[in-house]
Antibody, heavy 119, light 109 residues
Framework: QVQLQESGPGLVKPSETLSLTCAVSGYSISSGYYWGWIRQPPGKGLEWIGSIYHSGSTYYNPSLKSRVTISVDTSKNQFSLKLSSVTAADTAVYYC????????????WGQGTLVTVSS | SSELTQDPAVSVALGQTVRITCQGDSLRSYYASWYQQKPGQAPVLVIYGKNNRPSGIPDRFSGSSSGNTASLTITGAQAEDEADYYCNSRDSSGNLHVVFGGGTKLTVL
C-alpha cells in the first residue's frame, strides 16, 4: 500500500517561497509513477499544480508555471514543491498524490497540509 | 489548456439513482477519473478509465462517457455518499497536464 505524507511550514509570509515535501512509503519512487501536487483553497475546488516523473521530467499548470518548481529525491524516496512569490491567494490545503498513467488518475493521496500565507 | 465543467450541486433521495456529469473538450480524447471528497478528508479515487473501480469502492458507483461528457452514476445512493465529487482528466495538449472540474456537491435527502 502506497502512503504519502506532506510536511512543511504551515505559515508563509507574503512574497516568500512556500516549500513542501512529500515522503512516499510502500513504493520506490524510482520504480515509476508520476507524482503530483494538488491544492484546494478553503471552501473551493481542487487545482492541479504540477507533476513529476521519477526520471525528473516535470509538467506544470500553465497558470502557476512561472512560480513552481517540483523536484524528486529518489535517495530519500520523496518529492518536493516550491512555490515562489506567494500571496494570500496561495492559502490552501496542499496535497501530494501519485498519478497512475494507466488509470489516468490520482490513486493515492496524502492527508493534505494547510498552508496559510500571512504576515 | 482545457476546462472541465460540473454542476455545482445535485441532490438525490435515499436509495435512488443519481448521475453527476462533467463536460470538456479533453473528454473526447481521454477518460475522466472521479473522486469523492468528504469534509476534512483527502479525495478518494472512485472511478477511472472506461468504467473501473479501485479496490474497496462499492459497485453502486459506475462511470460512462459520450462525446465531450463523462458521467458518474450512483445506483441506490446511500447516506454516506453525500460528499463533493470531482472529475479529472488529462488536458487536450496530449502531455501529462491534468485538469480538474469545479466539483459537484451531492446531497442525499
Amino acid at each position: 500500500q502506497v502512503q504519502l505524507q506532506e510536511s512543511g511550514p504551515g505559515l508563509v509570509k507574503p512574497s516568500e517561497t512556500l516549500s513542501l515535501t512529500c515522503a512516499v512509503s510502500g513504493y520506490s519512487i524510482s520504480s515509476g509513477y508520476y507524482w503530483g501536487w494538488i491544492r484546494q483553497p478553503p471552501g473551493k475546488g481542487l487545482e492541479w499544480i504540477g507533476s513529476i516523473y521519477h526520471s525528473g521530467s516535470t509538467y506544470y499548470n500553465p497558470s502557476l508555471k512561472s512560480r513552481v518548481t517540483i523536484s524528486v529525491d529518489t535517495s530519500k524516496n520523496q518529492f518536493s514543491l516550491k512555490l515562489s512569490s506567494v500571496t494570500a491567494a496561495d492559502t490552501a490545503v496542499y496535497y501530494c498524490a501519485s498519478y497512475n498513467s494507466g488509470y489516468e488518475g490520482f490513486d493515492y493521496w496524502g492527508q493534505g497540509t494547510l498552508v496559510t500565507v500571512s504576515s | 489548456s482545457s476546462e472541465l465543467t460540473q454542476d455545482p450541486a445535485v441532490s438525490v433521495a435515499l436509495g435512488q439513482t443519481v448521475r453527476i456529469t462533467c463536460q470538456g473538450d479533453s473528454l473526447r480524447s481521454y477518460y475522466a477519473s472521479w473522486y469523492q471528497q468528504k469534509p476534512g478528508q483527502a479525495p478518494v479515487l472512485v472511478i477511472y478509465g472506461k468504467n473501473n473501480r479501485p479496490s474497496g469502492i462499492p459497485d453502486r458507483f459506475s462511470g460512462s462517457s459520450s462525446g465531450n461528457t463523462a458521467s458518474l452514476t450512483i445506483t441506490g445512493a446511500q447516506a454516506e455518499d453525500e460528499a463533493d465529487y470531482y472529475c479529472n482528466s488529462r488536458d487536450s495538449s496530449g502531455n501529462l497536464h491534468v485538469v480538474f472540474g469545479g466539483g459537484t456537491k451531492l446531497t442525499v435527502l
